[in-house]
């Protein structure tokens, strides 16, 4: 992946894949996608589905907004076993909610 823009065109394919009826996605990574952004990444976590065990999306050039979706996608995917985000252009204070949510979700290992 190249840009923020191949970040948007995959989670558009992502929307378009069959529901339960398919293959469930397990694992998921873009890590060291830097030009991907908050943009990219934000479209990506919004249309992975709730079957996801473990993202990564190491130095991705992801901001607050990102952390915001991860945060989301947590919320939304109780089957989410890790999540692996550092490297990353997160505030300290989002840094520590992310952080902050491997602790609060029993078997859910974040690194960020």
Do not use: W
Request: charged share 20%.
């Amino acid at each position: 992946m190249e840009s923020e823009q191949d970040a948007l065109n995959l989670a558009t394919a992502m929307h378009g894949l069959p529901g339960q009826e398919g293959p469930t996605m397990r694992s998921f990574s873009v890590s060291y996608n830097p030009d991907m952004n908050d943009t990219g990444a934000t479209a990506l976590m919004a249309a992975l589905p709730t079957s996801v065990t473990e993202i990564g999306m190491v130095g991705c050039g992801l901001g607050d907004a990102s952390g915001r979706a991860v945060l989301n996608l947590a919320d939304r995917s109780r089957a989410l076993r890790m999540i692996c985000v550092e490297g990353n252009d997160f505030s300290a204070r989002m840094r520590a909610e992310i952080s902050d949510m491997g602790g609060k979700r029993s078997g859910l290992l974040v690194v960020v």
